[in-house]
């Protein structure tokens, strides 16, 4: 009975340990597949249950299949531990960040769930004092509830929030807007503003809300932005809940669309709320991202308290190269037409 009881336990680890890291392998593939994306985005797991299950398979002798399940988890590793282990201070020179300095801004980015408290989001905003609010499920109620900020953010850009069936999205800042109208895209999550930092030291601002990964319509959503998307003047700063982990492809297209990078350092920022929360850390995922481009200068990057919403806010602290020229940057080309597998 024993013996029967260890070989089926062995036989479940095996299985197990195959199909963990074919759902791991096929995460790379999915620039061409959108359900290899939705896999993609628990990739980090995988790393972690394929590790256990190389641990049990020594432990049952079957180091052949051990050795390179660890492998393909080490691999993977490679490109989701940049982003799951926060680092509070992304760029070691304080010197040129203090508050106030030309060109330096700090930014809160917040999905505030359209059936949230909004005392402790108003809480923090206060607490923080940013200079620019990237908000996200901004509702009618919300829109009420954030009015108590209009004097401390008399620039803003909301779109969507009163929209039937959308979920709005929003800009608030203390700096002013320049002269070019918002860029709206209600049925997108999208709202583009672009703000001056200081004289000569433009920045466009981009709160951006991607629906669920497939089956759901993430990658329709992309597709539908991707033209808009390229044609954004640098520098830009983009924030907001993408429902898509850093290393996934719709991260990916986005950020090269754009010509930006995802921040490293910051950390899970996401966990159903039937979840245990502290588990937060451990077991969730990060769909809350900051991509910056070229010439952006991010000092730190880091979650912040967790408010009534299910996602973690994230504090930003960047800096904003001037212009070499008095011109107006001159917006990127049109990107090209998509692929038939990138329409799928």
Known sequence: MKS??????????????????????????????????????????????????????????????????????????????????????????????????????????????FDADPEPALALIDRLDPDILTLQEVDVPWVKALSALEADYPHRALCGAEEAGVSGVAIFSRLPFAEAPALCRPYEGFVARRIMAGPRRP???????????????????????????????APIVVAGDFNATPWSATVERYADATKTRPVTGIGATWLDRRLFRPALAWVGLPIDNVLVSKGIDVARAERQPSTASDHRPILV???????????????????????PAELR
């Open 4 to 113: 029967g009881f260890a070989e089926l336990a062995r036989t479940l680890v095996l299985g197990l340990t195959l199909l963990t890291a074919l759902a791991v392998v096929c995460g790379y593939f999915s620039e061409t597949v959108p359900f290899f994306d939705t896999l993609a985005h628990f990739r980090a797991h995988g790393v972690a249950a394929l590790l256990v299950l190389a641990l049990a398979l020594i432990l049952f002798k079957r180091v052949a299949v051990a050795v390179p399940a660890a492998a393909i988890a080490a691999y993977a590793a490679l490109s989701v531990v940049p982003f799951l282990v926060p680092r509070t201070s992304v760029a070691d020179r304080p010197s040129a960040f203090e508050a106030g300095a030309p060109g330096t801004l700090s930014l809160l980015q917040m999905n505030l769930r």
């Open 203 to 233: 920045v466009t601002i981009v709160s951006e809300h991607l629906e669920w990964p497939w089956p759901f319509g993430q990658h329709r959503q992309f597709v539908r932005l991707r033209a808009d998307l390229a044609r954004l003047p």
């Open 317 to 339: 602290r960047f800096g904003v190269p001037a212009q070499r020229s008095h011109s107006a940057v001159t917006a990127r080309s049109p990107a090209p037409p998509m692929t």
